[in-house]
Nanobody
Framework: VQLQASGGGLVQPGGSLRLSCAAS????????VGWFRQAPGKERERISC??????YYEDPVKGRFTISRDNAKNTVYLQMNNLRPEDTAVYYC????????????WGQGTLVTVSS
């Protein structure tokens, strides 16, 4: 089982990026998939998650980020618009199974740097 996060990079303030979290070896149908980020010197924090068609966003990203999923591609996306320097972090995806045995998987992280 593997989660592959990709799409990070360097972007100017106000710019956009789309992160992808592609799963292999497991179907995401019965998982809550979340995006987390960890800025330098800070703890990892959850910023968004999706379960079926229900989405959730933390206040710092609400209105700027959009999470979505493509079950056919077994992939979850995070569209990030109007990026700010404080969004700079390593972004991780996580899949948490909603039924027994409640397995939990992490992707390897992708770096997003917002700077002029």
């Amino acid at each position: 089982v593997q989660l592959q996060a990709s799409g990070g990079g360097l972007v100017q303030p106000g710019g956009s990026l789309r992160l992808s979290c592609a799963a292999s070896g497991v179907g995401l149908d019965y998982y809550v998939v979340g995006w987390f980020r960890q800025a330098p010197g800070k703890e990892r924090e959850r910023i968004s998650c999706i379960a079926d068609d229900t989405t959730y966003y933390e206040d710092p990203v609400k209105g700027r980020f959009t999470i979505s999923r493509d079950n056919a591609k077994n992939t979850v996306y995070l569209q990030m618009n109007n990026l700010r320097p404080e969004d700079t972090a390593v972004y991780y995806c996580n899949a948490a199974e909603t039924v027994a045995p409640f397995r939990n998987y992490w992707g390897q992280g992708t770096l997003v740097t917002v700077s002029s």
